[in-house]
């Protein structure tokens, strides 16, 4: 039957195969078990069915009674049903304040289910119990269910050491029996998946509390939100895009073990002093994968690959846009199979640079990493403070067909030295900027006044575009730093059908620099129908070609192009020959 059953001590108890019935209009239940009792639930479904047809809502607010234990909010179990067609179902549920054992909201049993065939399904769950219970846990079969036009948010609090949510193993939302189902969201400091979950929208993993942190992968139980692997293979594909992580997280999130997302995946702390580390684990995604953060993101001797397809990267730091927010890469790999990798911050990467901070003064700084984006671009943006706005040493960037590779930082400071907008190093002169059809594009500033602050420095780097694509560079060092050349070139910088453009500007030394550097051959050259064209404005030369310990700067078209260089020799010598060629 139904009651209010003081026996059993249940605000409302609905069993035995009895139901609740409405057609188009509201069933609205409220319920507070008895004090001083154990099994004192707010709201019981027993065995029974709560069914609205039409477009009429369901709404149950459960409050259990406080007192021995087990004293749940809600509890829907042993084949149970709240079914409706188009109205919302929402459930709120507050365990026993002094029990222990004592959940928000408890959905089990075989054949027990909450469907909503075309409306939204919301879900709250609060275990307020000094001895611990679960916000919400779904268990032994039970499942929630949508239509593709419905959605699913699930928001649990646990206490003690129990989870905010809990879909136990042979629990599920949106079964595969079924189909997709719409849009899911779970918002909790703790959310364990041992059951599946699948839709056709979106899925949102958040913690409650903004400021808690966050693993990925691996087996993590500690105090901050973890999804771990064996959760993430839970996702079932289907998704439109998974986000993990708030609007306004600001945690750190650490990656902890190999993940693979099979649907376009944003990770995400972008407010204040949130960050990532992948911490030498691996990431695959489909679609894309964005990670989205306001403070620093480190990807350490990790790769970044597709899944299947092609995969879309989007390192975004200093997404609150308050300044502070680095990339830095670390014996990394990312390989996108033809999609395109986007390095930069702000609200917009694509426009906006990361930006250094104190602790990571380099706006962006690649070491020892490959990056290889196949027919997509590359794209990097990066403001160093008191360093270097793009920092690439000793790594290969790479594109195919028609990608592009473009960068572009800038730089400031009054501390230390070689504050370069963009500065491209390699040692062992083994390092490659590639193309082919596509072009590359590198511009860098500097402000600085210190010492070798350049506005883009290519040093044991080489720069090729094999096909018929061009190479322009613009540098400028405004700040006055004694060697502060706009543009300096050690190494090579070759297209075979394209042009070369290099403009540099430079308030105290060259404006454009082609320095043979010891032991390396400074060249500038095209190979096929391909002119360079170099304009320089500085003050002690505007354009220089120059050699060191016998190695001549060299300048030259092998093939048909021609050769353009403009000097005005205003302040100094508009060109200089100091050892060089031009051919």
Known sequence: GISNNTTLSHGIYVSGGSSINSENGIISMNGTGSANTSQSHGIWIDAGIVRSTGTGEISLTGNAGTGGVSNNGIVVSRGSQIISDSGTIALTGNGGATTSNSYGISIDGLNTFIVSKSGNINITGNALAAGGGYGIYIYDNAY?????????SLIG????????????????????????????????DEINLAGIIQGSGTLLLQPQTP???????????DSRFNLNSSEIKNILPGFAQITIGRTDSSG???????????????????????????????????????????????????????????LDVTLNADADGNKAGAIALTGATINTSNGNITIGGGSNPLTNSAYGTTTNPRGVNILSSKLDAGSGNILIRGTGVNGRGVSIESSNLQVTGTG???????????????????????????????????????????????????????????????????????????????????????????????????????????????????????????????????????????????????????????????????????????????GGSIN
């Not at 003690?160 to 899911?184: C, E, L």
């Not at 808690?212 to 993590?220: K, Y």
């Open 157 to 188: 609090k646990g206490s003690g050491t129990f989870d905010g949510i809990n879909i136990a193993t042979n629990a599920a939302i949106n079964p595969v029996a079924f189909g997709a189902g719409g849009s899911v969201s779970l918002t909790a």
């Open 404 to 578: 592009d590779i473009t960068l572009n930082g800038s730089a400031s400071g009054t501390l230390g030295s070689f504050n370069t907008g963009v500065f491209l190093y390699d040692v062992a002169s083994n390092s490659t900027l590639s193309s082919v059809n596509g072009n590359i594009n590198i511009e860098g500033n500097t402000n600085s006044s210190q010492s070798d602050s350049r506005g883009v420095e290519i040093s044991g780097f080489k720069l090729q575009a094999t096909g018929t694509g061009n190479i322009q560079v613009t540098g400028s060092s405004t700040g006055g730093a004694v060697n502060g050349s706009g543009i300096t070139i050690n190494q090579l910088l070759s297209t075979a059908g394209g042009n070369i453009n290099l403009t540099g500007t430079s308030s105290s030394q060259i404006g454009v620099d082609i320095n043979s550097a010891n032991g390396v051959t400074a060249i500038v050259e095209t190979t096929g129908t391909g002119n360079i064209a170099i304009t320089g404005t500085g003050l002690t030369n505007d354009v220089a070609l120059r050699k060191n310990t016998g190695n001549n700067a060299r300048l030259e078209t092998l093939g048909t192009g021609n050769i353009t260089i403009v000097g005005t020799g205003t302040s100094g010598e508009g060109i200089a020959l100091t």
């Open 211 to 221: 400021s808690l942190g966050v693993t990925i992968g691996g087996i993590i139980a």
């Open 252 to 310: 750190a999130i650490s990656v902890a073990g190999n993940a693979s997302f099979n649907a376009p995946t944003m990770v995400q702390s972008p407010v204040g002093a949130g960050s990532i580390n992948t911490a030498g684990y691996n990431i695959a995604g489909t679609g894309s994968l964005t990670l989205k953060f306001g403070d620093t993101i480190a990807v350490n001797n990790s790769t970044i690959s597709p899944v299947t397809g092609t």
């Open 144 to 152: 929630l269910r949508t239509a593709t036009t419905g959605n699913i």
